[in-house]
């Protein structure tokens, strides 16, 4: 399981995502620069241990109609060859040093992984705790009752209604195709979604303290 260090961070997470949202195509523009709080998120652990996978939940109080936003993040220590439409920006942290902060949609460690959560075959993980699954987050799978491993990944459309990822899969031997949609915006209530896909669903906090919670990804098959 990966290990959270409690040390600096510079910039801050939240100076970076204040400087790269709003150049997002799901960037509900208020007319003025972001004014971001941390309203929750889990992680998940790359096998390979080389990656941090964080989900981070943030909602920007700039206006007087909150809007929360989710924004998947991998955290590399070398720039990745091709992933540079997805670089976030660069950070030092106190006992790693250097990180490339990417938006995880474009990093293929992240996308396996979230699937992997949906299908059972990885466990969230708290966000600023080590070693502590999250309980909170709630999983359904693709394809219920068999192991699904992703061959390839393609981005698909990225705009208001969030990002959309093409992927091919193994299941049972068979070759599928399904589509990956990150949901960017998040509904102040929880919202309806296609019982037939999976899901991933996590708890955030509103700005007057309460907790809700929702769907913030969603995956399903496109070949029946």
């Not at 399981?1 to 960037?27: E, G, N, R």
């Not at 208020?30 to 096998?47: E, M, N, Q, V, Y």
């Not at 102040?188 to 991933?200: C, I, P, S, Y």
Request: proline fraction near 7%; include cysteine; aromatic fraction near 6%.
């Amino acid at each position: 399981m990966a290990t959270i260090h409690h040390t600096t961070l510079v910039p801050s997470k939240l100076d970076l995502l204040t400087a790269w949202l709003p150049a997002q195509p799901w960037y509900l523009d208020a007319g003025h620069t972001p004014s971001l709080r941390k309203a929750g998120g889990f992680r998940l652990d790359d096998p390979e241990g080389e990656v941090g996978i964080e989900f981070m939940i943030v909602t920007d109080v700039t206006s007087g109609d909150p809007v929360t936003y989710h924004v998947p993040l991998t955290y590399r220590a070398q720039p990745q060859p091709g992933m540079q439409d997805g670089l976030v920006g660069t950070a030092e942290h106190g006992v790693l040093g250097t990180r490339y902060v990417y938006d995880g949609v474009y990093d293929w460690v992240l996308v396996t992984q979230l699937v992997a959560l949906m299908q059972g075959q990885a466990e969230p993980q708290a966000q600023s705790l080590s070693d502590t699954p999250d309980p909170a987050v709630q999983a359904r799978p693709v394809v219920a009752g068999y192991d699904l491993v992703v061959t390839g990944c393609a981005l698909g459309s990225n705009g208001p209604d969030g990002t959309r990822l093409r992927l091919v899969a193994a299941i049972a031997d068979e070759q599928s195709d399904l589509v990956l949609r990150i949901i960017r915006a998040l509904p102040a209530g929880t919202a309806a979604t296609d019982e037939r896909a999976g899901q991933v669903r996590t708890p955030w906090h509103l700005e007057d303290g309460t907790e809700t919670s929702g769907v913030i990804a969603t995956a399903a098959r496109t070949d029946g």
